[in-house]
């Protein structure tokens, strides 16, 4: 990126994070699900397009100077959901935080350490200056179902229910907090079902919030939550993890697809999809010699489910989600420092995305593969299309250039405008008009493994401008 772009991003960002602190930190409302059941928005209608980042060991593992550093640099960019989680997986119960406090007390969820949640409050309070939430997670699973993982598990129905109280208690009047259960477990395992476990934290937190608590389910790899939870009523987002353990192209939009279906209606997104510099090799080994995900693969995943109808995404970087540093250990063949990984190309990308999300009305996002009359492929092909309920827009995410044919009829009659984004450098060319007279055949600027692009296409009266980023 340009320093130029970079520092106009930053200015942009500071500005919005300062009038939304001169307006009571969030002037929107509380965060809560969309009528229609897919997709989020505020309590004044606005709509939220979740952009996440995972930051797994933020609350253990940094100082306060490093995590402001953190927090601006993904505010620069355009992330607003960072996910964090206060017993950490890291040995979290045993080894202090850079202050040198833990988190419990003897381990016991109802002897919380006042010094350690102090710094909590501080990140959730730093969070909110920057017009970020936090997508608090109480405990990682291992706490709960050891399963792998350090452990210990100290939760039962009885202490996970007054620890989930005790927290909502404490957030109870911020309003830039999303609860996110789970921790990388599924809900049932073998002859372990948790539920109980989990259904007793929930209704800890939703008590003490008078009901005010939006909260998610933090699944292990290869699952969605829906899968085991969907009809739990405290559960109001669903969340999968297409992960790291399966090589290239996982079909999470077809994921996305199942979920949308499923009844009650309840938004879904892909919470952990490939970090970007992760060892491509699966589970358990993560031995890189098939080498790393690189941002292609950070966009072919989180365009293609949030295409297919996601109410957003989680970007994640291997480094940042466990702050390696020279005075960590590195986890599973990390290659560089947090502080080096911090502008990686995958984590500015993903900020295109939601800002092409945002430039069209997108409360009413509709997947369609019909628009795709041509050239859909599969895998690393694959194509991902959706439009609008009002004909004024439509979207295609095309993962390897080349020459599709595309059915416009789902938007109103008249003169269309098209125009192709980059979705790797947020370069857009203009096409001008378009037919709307029968399907269109259309070529890529560039073509091949590698080059990737969004066709949009609007309705001429819309008078939607193509976008600078």
């Not at 004044?44 to 550093?69: C, M, N, Q, V, Y």
């Not at 109480?138 to 229910?161: I, L, Q, S």
């Amino acid at each position: 990126m340009r320093p130029l772009r970079s520092l106009l991003l930053a200015l942009v960002a500071v500005t919005i994070a300062l009038a939304t602190h001169g307006q009571g930190n969030w002037p929107h409302g509380r965060l809560t699900v969309a009528p229609d059941g897919h997709y989020l928005q505020y309590e004044d209608g606005s709509p939220f397009f979740w952009l996440g980042d995972t930051a797994w060991e933020l609350f253990h593992r940094l100082t306060k100077e490093e995590i402001i550093r953190y927090l601006d640099n993904r505010m620069e960019k355009g992330f607003n959901v960072i996910q964090a989680v206060v017993l950490a997986e890291m040995d979290g119960l045993y080894r202090p935080n850079q202050y040198g406090d833990i988190p419990l007390i003897d381990q016991d969820p109802e002897k919380p350490n006042e010094s350690y949640f102090q710094l909590v409050d501080y990140v959730v309070q730093s969070a909110c200056d920057r017009a970020l939430f936090i997508g608090l997670l109480p405990t990682w699973g291992d706490k709960v179902t050891r399963m792998w993982g350090g452990g210990p598990e100290v939760f039962t129905t009885e202490n996970a229910y007054k620890y989930g109280h005790w927290l909502g208690q404490r957030y109870m009047e911020k309003e830039n907090i999303i609860w996110i259960l789970g921790g990388d477990r599924p809900a049932i395992h073998d002859s372990v079902d948790t539920r109980p476990i989990w259904r007793a934290m929930a209704r800890g937190i939703l008590e003490a919030t008078s009901g005010k608590a939006l909260i998610s389910y933090h699944i292990s790899g290869g699952a969605s939550s829906s899968q085991q939870i969907h009809d739990e009523p405290w559960l109001h987002i669903n969340m999968m993890q297409s992960g790291h353990g399966s090589g290239h192209d996982v079909p999470v939009w077809d994921w996305i697809t199942r979920d949308r279906a499923m009844v009650p209606t309840k938004p879904t997104l892909d919470a952990e999809p490939n970090y970007e510099d992760h060892p491509v090799n699966p589970w358990p080994q993560w031995d890189p010699e098939n080498g790393y995900f690189d941002d292609y693969d950070v966009r072919k995943q989180t365009y293609r489910s949030v295409f297919a109808g996601a109410c957003g995404v989680t970007y994640g970087h291997h480094s940042i989600w466990q702050f390696w540093s020279a005075r960590e250990e590195k986890i599973n063949h990390a290659n560089r420092y947090w502080t080096e990984a911090l502008d990686r190309p995958g984590a500015f990308q993903v900020g295109y995305l939601r800002q092409l999300i945002e430039s069209r009305p997108s409360a009413h996002r509709i997947p369609d593969q019909t628009i795709i009359v041509d050239g859909q492929g599969e895998k690393g092909q694959h194509i991902r299309a959706f439009r609008d309920d009002a004909g004024s827009y439509l979207m295609a995410y095309i993962p390897q250039g080349r020459t599709i044919t595309v059915d416009v009829s789902s938007l109103k009659a008249g003169a269309l405008r098209g125009w192709w984004f980059n979705p790797a450098t947020a370069r857009t060319i203009d096409m001008g008009t378009l037919s709307h007279t029968r399907p269109l055949e259309l070529t890529t600027p560039t073509q091949g493994f590698g080059n990737d692009w969004v066709l949009v296409i609007d309705h001429k009266a819309a008078r939607y401008s193509i976008p600078e980023f």
